[in-house]
């Protein structure tokens, strides 16, 4: 049992939550949902997860020395020396055979979104072994997967996803990274621990970051209610007022982030604050409610 808890650790399985985001184009317009669709959406879903859970093992083999001296990131796997080389090839083999089977699936009706698997897995690979040493790039290529998830969810039900609707998950990704950052450095009991691209963020840097992309990200997301993408899908003159929440959650996740530290994990500060869970899920049932009215 404890051997299967390891590999599920090592899967980082917790983090798969970050791949619901894949269902958001399917929000915009449910009505055009079929049985076929949503299972190409759970697809996409495992899709993902798998391929999440290879980068995982690779970033985290290639940092396990470096995170042994993390007061929180010692207690993954390789860190702390519970699972070795082979735990890692044979997970990842599995991993890698499963995205195989699904890349055979999706490529009989979605080339595209094969495509943009192979990127994701090129682009999170190039960061594991490189690009996560140079500053401000390393956050940009992070923020771009959750982009890339929203993209992928409507590329697998044929439907196109809001330019703005991209845009404002790419902003909102960056203040949620930049805060993810914030957080890694002020947990740090020696800075010379951290990797370079780190040491060279200054706190008020990172905050003015925070600021600038969670303001922009908000704009981004009015524009959207108010673009003519949104007033064909939902015609409804009310859908603005669903900014009041994305306001109230993204004012919410900085304070918390900023008060408590927990920055450095976003899919644990949003499942334990109820604030925000209330804020996803009224904005969610607004959103399906626009489609009916």
């Known amino acids: 049992m404890k051997y299967l808890w390891l590999y599920i650790k090592m899967l980082r399985v917790k983090q798969w939550l970050k791949n619901c985001i894949i269902f958001l184009p399917a929000l915009m317009y449910p009505s055009l949902l079929s049985f076929d669709s949503i299972i190409s959406l759970f697809a996409t879903f495992i899709f993902f997860c798998v391929a999440a859970s290879m980068v995982y093992i690779i970033n985290d083999w290639i940092d396990r020395d470096e995170d042994a001296k993390h007061h929180t990131k010692k207690l993954r796997p390789f860190a702390s ?13 599995l991993l890698a055979s499963i995205f195989v089977l699904l890349c055979i699936y999706f490529v009989s009706f979605s080339q595209e979104l094969v495509f943009l698997m192979f990127l994701y897995l090129f682009q999170s690979f190039l960061y594991s072994f490189y690009l996560k040493n140079i500053t401000l790039l390393e956050m940009l290529i992070v923020s771009t997967g959750y982009s890339y998830r929203t993209f992928a969810g409507g590329l697998s039900i044929d439907l196109p996803t809001s330019v703005w ?3 404002t998950i790419f902003l909102a990704s960056i203040f949620m990274v930049a805060q993810k950052r914030l957080s890694d450095i002020n947990s740090s009991e020696d800075i010379n621990n951290l990797r370079t691209s780190l040491r060279l963020y200054p706190e008020g840097f990172l905050n003015l970051i925070t600021g600038i992309a969670a303001s922009s990200a908000i704009v981004s997301f009015i524009l959207f209610t108010l673009s003519d993408y949104a007033e064909d899908r939902f015609q409804n003159e009310y859908l603005p007022l669903t900014s009041l929440f994305i306001i109230y959650a993204t004012f919410r996740y900085i304070q918390i982030a900023m008060t408590s530290m927990k920055g450095h994990d976003p899919i644990e500060l949003i499942l334990k604050d109820r604030h925000l869970k209330s804020c996803i899920i009224l904005c969610i049932f607004f959103i399906l409610f626009s489609n009916v009215i």
């Open 165 to 167: 609707m991209l845009a």
């Open 81 to 93: 020396g519970e699972l070795i080389l082979k735990d890692a090839l044979i997970a990842f083999v």
